[in-house]
């Protein structure tokens, strides 16, 4: 059974970057029809997709938030990250690391993590 | 970007009602639609992939119905662990989108 276990500060200062990282349990992270994602939940709000790394290391951002975003993998410990530079308190959410599954011609997000409240503030 | 707009935003309904839920599409998306159910505090959980696929584990009153851009998901007899948020997905592009959200209450 997949677990993705999220890890990282709950508080940020305004200007700095915020840092995530979540661990694959079951090693599947280099499994060609995966893919790892992270998604964001402003409190009180709907979901918002962060951007995706596939196999090949390529990376899709949100385009509001590619200046800032970098993805990266480290298959060697079977873990993905997210770094968010330039934080303001519009990035207060909580953020979750999600494995993305690729079905034939369909996508989805099958696996989430358990999300990590990241507040924003001096 | 591809805007997802479900309807209503809330919904109140009781034990073995049956339930619809919109998600109207911005421009055709095919069948590269999902649902989401999010529970108070928990991470979302997959309940339907290519608009009418149901994800394992799932219960078979949920389903899911539609094509190009308007679809529909349908609870058939509403249980108490039902009572939560609902959203809609596009896969049709990689820039994902989600919609506002549904709030089904009691």
């Known amino acids: 059974q997949l677990q993705l276990q999220q890890s990282g500060p709950g508080l940020v200062k305004p200007s700095e970057t915020l840092s995530l990282t979540c661990i694959v349990s079951?090693?599947?992270?280099?499994?060609?029809?995966?893919?790892w994602v992270w998604i964001r939940q402003p409190p009180g709000k709907g979901l918002e997709w962060i951007g995706s790394?596939?196999?090949?290391?390529?990376?899709n951002d949100h385009p509001s938030l590619r200046s800032r975003v970098t993805i990266s993998v480290d298959n060697s410990k079977n873990q993905f990250s997210l770094d968010l530079r330039s934080v303001t308190a519009a990035d207060t959410a909580v953020y979750y690391c999600?494995?993305?599954?690729?079905?034939?011609?369909?996508?989805?997000?099958?696996?989430w993590g358990q999300g990590t409240l990241v507040t924003v503030s001096s | 970007d591809i805007q997802l707009t479900q309807s209503p935003s809330s919904l109140s309904a009781s034990v073995g009602d049956r339930v619809n839920i919109t998600c109207r599409a911005s421009?055709?998306?095919?069948?590269?639609l999902n649902w989401y159910q999010q529970k108070q505090g928990k991470a979302p959980r997959l309940l339907i992939y290519?608009?009418?696929s149901l994800q394992g584990g799932v219960p078979s009153r949920f389903s899911g119905r539609g094509s190009g851009t308007d679809f529909t998901l349908t609870i058939s007899s509403l249980q108490p662990e039902d009572f939560a948020t609902y959203y809609c997905?596009?896969?049709?592009?990689?820039?994902?989108?989600f919609g506002q959200g549904t709030k089904l209450e009691v």
């Open positions: 079951d090693g599947s992270i280099t499994r060609s029809n995966y893919f």
């Open positions: 421009q055709d998306i095919s069948i590269y």
């Open positions: 790394i596939y196999n090949s290391g390529t990376t």
């Open positions: 290519a608009a009418s």
């Open positions: 997905q596009q896969s049709y592009t990689a820039l994902y989108t």
């Open positions: 999600v494995r993305g599954t690729s079905s034939g011609y369909y996508t989805f997000f099958d696996s």
